[in-house]
């Protein structure tokens, strides 16, 4: 199985500031997609980008970006100009190209946005 | 809109007495997922369907089983439920190819007295 590692259990960032969450995964695969999904409290998990593997320019989505260093095996998260409902739990995900359906998840990070 | 719906929000079960979670989607897709989630940890896959097709991980215990009738509802049965057993328990579907991401419900909250 694929490994994904989030090595910040909690952040915490001002509103209005700019935060990067980090992830690092082990494969040995070429080709998989990556992704950064957010759980707020009480409330359902949703993606908030997506990259594919052999993409090398980085995903964004508005305030969101990516830093994707695929021989570092490493996918950090940008979040700029934090909001309040920014506040959430962030987990890095990980999906095979070739093998199987499963998703690999990290252990999350919790992040803090003060106002 | 599309979306994938989980029954009911919040359960309460008794010890050893079996339960049963239901979900079901309007996004038909192939891949329907099912995850169990302890407080601020990482869901952690028990099993999930390519259509037809059951997949078990292997550390879910046999405790845990799951059913799909068809490609819209998918099942989580939990016949003699512990105290362990308490937690939020997810359901995600996805398009069968790698490149989609999942799609979750917002879940079913297990407490076991």
């Known amino acids: 199985a694929q490994t994904v590692t989030q090595s910040q259990p909690e952040m915490s960032v001002q509103e209005a500031e700019t935060v990067t969450l980090s992830c690092t995964y082990d494969?040995?695969?070429?080709?998989?997609?990556l992704f950064w999904y957010k759980q707020p409290p009480s409330r359902q998990m949703i993606l908030v980008i997506r990259q594919e593997a052999y993409k090398q320019q980085n995903a964004t989505e508005n305030r969101f970006s990516v830093n994707f260093q695929k021989a570092a095996k490493s996918f950090s998260l940008k979040i700029s100009d934090s909001q309040l409902g920014d506040a959430a739990m962030y987990f890095c995900a990980y999906r095979s190209a070739n093998t199987g359906n499963q998703f690999y998840f990290g252990t999350g990070t919790s992040l803090t946005v003060i106002p | 809109d599309a979306m994938v719906i989980q029954n009911p929000r919040y359960q309460v079960t008794q010890f050893g007495k079996p339960v049963t979670l239901s979900c079901s989607q309007t996004?038909?897709?192939?891949?329907m997922y099912w995850y169990q989630q302890k407080s601020s940890q990482a869901p952690k896959l028990l099993f999930h369907y390519y259509d037809k097709d059951f997949n078990n991980e292997a550390d879910t215990p046999d405790n845990f089983q799951s059913r799909r009738p068809n490609t819209s509802f998918c099942f989580l049965d939990i016949r003699s439920p512990g105290l362990g057993d308490a937690a939020m328990y997810l359901c995600?579907?996805?398009?069968?190819?790698?490149?989609?991401?999942?799609?979750f419900g917002p879940g079913t909250r297990l407490t076991v007295t």
């Open positions: 995600a579907t996805s398009r069968g190819s790698s490149r989609y991401e999942q799609y």
């Open positions: 996004l038909n897709h192939n891949v």
């Open positions: 494969t040995s695969e070429s080709d998989y997609y």
